[in-house]
């Protein structure tokens, strides 16, 4: 038995154009923070310039995980994992 291999020329990709200095991003900056609700629950909290809703609480650690990985795949976010409270 005897094959052939035949390649093809690669179709040229076009780059993409710049992004200008003032370009905004499509949509609002979101911010997901799992914290201890209590002495041993966890809660999910999805916050943004204009407020915040509560996406899991009174849930154990493992599922507000969860609750924000949800919310991140939801919004095809990007995550980022940071252990300490957030300062703005």
Do not use: Y
């Amino acid at each position: 038995m005897t094959a052939s291999i035949h390649t093809f020329p690669r179709r040229a990709r076009p780059r993409p154009d710049p992004v200008p200095d003032d370009a905004k991003p499509i949509g609002r900056a979101r911010e997901v923070l799992v914290a201890p609700d209590s002495e041993s629950t966890w809660c999910c909290l999805l916050t943004d310039d204009s407020g915040g809703s509560e996406l899991a609480g009174g849930v154990n650690k493992r599922q507000a995980l969860r609750a924000a990985i949800d919310a991140v795949l939801k919004f095809n976010a990007e995550m980022t994992l940071r252990n300490a409270w957030p300062t703005r």
